[in-house]
């Protein structure tokens, strides 16, 4: 890797000696994941470019000076790189903190019309499994993978098995203590596989404790539901020393009409306003990217690769707004003793896990220094998701003004 990334302190030394590039004395930081030994060789002698983004499997960041021409080239892959960037203008480094990058991202495939049903069953297992493939063979050891009762994790469990039958496999799920617990159905799926272990941990209100926590890993960055099952999903991939894991986040943006169409303003998320892709890169990759980073965990995306994009963008009519296709897929896969107990209810946890039993969210919120009763409730889940994304929004805004700003001088 070209550059040595400091998560808490968000910085990258810049040198002649160690980042020029040969003769074009251009520097380059690259960020895909893991060691990208041949970058010097992508760059050198070539003229900055967008293309080099088709060069990246999964979410990068590239930064490339050419300082001959002093021309600077940020790009990221289309639904982001988990990353957000400032550039402080400093003899030396670049510091790497909040803000987000909406100009240079790379384009989604435009929309094709779809191939004959027979070529594209064909197409989409060989996509599969090599986006599949590309993800894991630098792997060593046993292969790590977040697992939940859905169809997203277990289409990549069943290919996992199928490219590496002889070698272990680790399964993690989470669940939360009331409501939807998907971990007893992924343990029970994970177990109609060989050398496949399984691991869980719960949502409970021992996880709202760790509220602060949570909010110094993300840096603020972001204040979503689900930053608490991913903060568990990380202490439990931390606990067994896991350090590179396969996720199947993204996939319902991946495979989604509206990603590769825009959207129309009454059709909007009256609370994001933002296209599929957005959501992707600014909410739903991130909050897992951000968390397993600050435990020291990379996370891979099989869904994010280009040529899974370009099967979204073939299939995108026929997935319509709930990943239809994708899922007719995935059940074609899958064995029927597993396909029959994949029933995933909307979201993996419930909200109330968080507080006692009897504990009513609304309570906490009227109390609250930035409680405003004049802000609308707007949620796809309902009362009950709209005042806990209310309160986690306002619960987060106290605690990074209490860790990261400055107080007022008397």
């Known amino acids: ?31 895909d994941g893991r060691e990208s030994a041949s970058a010097a060789e992508l760059f050198d002698g070539e003229e900055l470019s967008a293309d080099w983004a088709k060069a990246f499997i999964g979410p990068f960041l590239l930064i490339a000076y050419e300082k001959k021409t002093g021309k600077l080239l940020i790009t990221q892959h289309a639904f982001g790189s988990g990353r957000e960037l400032y550039l402080l203008n400093a003899p030396d480094r670049l510091l790497f903190d909040g803000g987000r990058l909406s100009e240079s991202i790379v384009e989604l495939p435009e929309s094709v019309e779809s191939a004959p049903t027979g070529k594209l069953q064909a197409e989409y297992y060989t ?57 007893k159905v992924a ?20 996880t709202h404790d760790a509220f602060d926590e949570i909010v110094f890993r993300l840096e603020g960055s972001v204040a979503q539901i689900g930053i608490f099952l991913q903060y568990e999903l990380a202490r439990l991939l931390d606990s067994h020393s896991v350090k590179t894991v ?9 495979f989604n009409i509206r990603t590769y169409k825009p959207i129309k303003s009454e059709d909007m998320f009256l609370y994001i306003r933002r296209n599929p892709r957005e959501c992707a890169a600014y909410f739903i990759l991130k909050k897992n990217r951000l968390m397993l980073s600050s435990f020291g965990i990379e996370a891979r995306y099989p869904f994010l690769s280009q040529s899974m994009l370009e099967l979204g ?37 419930d909200p109330s896990t968080l507080f006692a039993n009897d504990e009513r969210i609304y309570d906490r919120i009227i109390k609250m220094k930035y409680y405003s009763p004049k802000h609308c409730l707007a949620s796809a889940g309902g009362l009950e998701e709209s005042l806990m994304q ?15 700003c400055d107080k007022p001088s008397m």
């Open 1 to 31: 890797m070209y550059g040595s990334y400091n998560y808490r302190k968000k910085t990258l030394n810049i040198t002649n000696e160690e980042y020029s590039c040969r003769e074009t004395a251009r520097f380059v930081f690259c960020y």
């Open 127 to 183: 996509t599969v499994a090599l986006s599949l493939y590309e993800e894991t063979k630098d792997i060593e050891g046993p292969i790590a993978q977040a697992l939940s009762s859905g169809y997203d994790s277990n289409c990549m469990l069943f290919m996992l098995d199928k490219l590496w039958p002889e070698r272990r496999k680790e399964t993690y799920s989470i669940g939360g203590v009331r409501g939807v617990d998907e971990t």
């Open 187 to 206: 343990e029970e799926i994970a177990k109609t596989y060989p050398n496949t272990e399984f691991a869980s941990a719960y949502v409970s209100q021992s």
């Open 246 to 254: 396969l996720v199947g986040e993204c996939a319902d943006q991946v």
């Open 313 to 349: 963008a073939k299939t995108c009519e026929l997935n319509k707004h709930k990943k239809r296709y994708h899922i007719e897929q995935c059940m074609r896969m899958l064995p029927s003793e597993i396909s029959e107990r994949i029933g995933k209810q909307g979201g993996a946890t």
């Open 390 to 404: 209310y309160y986690v929004s306002l619960k987060s805004v106290e605690s990074f003004e209490k860790q990261f």
